[in-house]
């Protein structure tokens, strides 16, 4: 696909950027608020999983159309489907968790994908929004974006999106945004950790694409090497994260790219990546 073209899938555009390595994937289901509803999710699965083995795609930017980033579920579709009597039985159990998985499944594909994912947050994000954008591997917002897991107001704990945002927020900030149910400002955000950092609407896009051909401009290999490694160390004791780290790093020494990377540095020349 040559730079700029598009895709419609769905809910979801798909644009390449080839001349850079940059994939874009824009919610576009503004009527709904962009929520995660099934046909939401299943295009998100569907265009994660394609990106893992499209070499031109080395760097994944999610962002989305409308005022609303995210609103998290979608509870009109989740509520019809409580009342249709097919569900009846088990007063929409069976749905419910089916539907619950399959968001998780999303959640946890974005920190597994190779590829980095950075989410482009121009406008509000709550409930499972917010948790999508917990879930990226970065996230820069415009400076006017909020965030919040408002479950608390309407009877429902935002258990789910909790677990991506503690393992990002302390865990006093995370628990105050559970509890209460409040926004929470970009600037904010930052400064709990949500958000690598928010800058003005107008700038919001060239700042997250220059983030991204940045890392795309990386050996795709050695970072396939880490950032799965980030991830799972981060769960390990101490002496079994250092010890699985030094596995990754020797298998890493022995990669195609890091003896290239490493003459370069020592013959001060610009690497010449061959993505292995």
């Not at 007063?91 to 597994?112: D, E, H, T």
């Not at 290239?260 to 020349?269: D, V």
């Amino acid at each position: 696909m040559a730079h700029g073209d598009m895709q419609q899938q769905s809910h979801l555009i798909e644009e390449v950027c080839d001349s850079d390595g940059v994939l874009r994937l824009t919610l576009n289901d503004p009527a709904t608020r962009n929520s995660l509803s099934e046909a939401m999710l299943a295009a998100l699965s569907d265009r994660l999983a394609a990106a893992r083995d499209n070499p031109q795609a080395r760097v994944i930017v999610l962002a989305a159309n409308g005022p609303v980033f995210c609103a998290g579920h979608n509870l009109k579709e989740m509520t019809a489907a409580r009342a249709d009597p097919t569900n009846a039985a088990d007063r929409g159990r069976a749905y419910f968790s089916r539907v619950l998985k399959s968001c998780s499944a999303v959640m946890q594909s974005i920190p597994a994908h190779p590829k980095p994912v950075i989410a482009e947050v121009a406008g509000t994000a709550t409930a499972a929004g917010c948790q999508l954008v917990a879930s990226c591997d970065l996230a820069i917002a415009a400076d006017t974006a909020q965030f919040a897991t408002p479950g608390v107001n309407i009877g429902l704990f935002c258990s789910t999106p909790m677990v991506a945002l503690s393992r990002n927020v302390a865990a006093k900030h995370a628990m105050e945004m559970l509890l209460t149910g409040d926004m929470c400002p970009a600037p904010k955000a930052v400064e709990i950790g949500l958000l690598n950092r928010c800058v003005a609407p107008t700038a919001l896009t060239d700042e997250v694409m220059s983030l991204a051909r940045k890392i795309a401009g990386k050996s795709s290999a050695t970072v396939a090497f880490g950032k799965p490694t980030f991830y799972r160390q981060a769960e390990m004791t101490l002496p079994e994260a250092y010890d699985f780290a030094a596995e990754i790093m020797v298998d890493n020494m022995l990669a195609n790219d890091a003896e290239e990377g490493i003459n370069a540095f020592i013959e001060k020349r610009p690497a010449q990546w061959k993505d292995k």
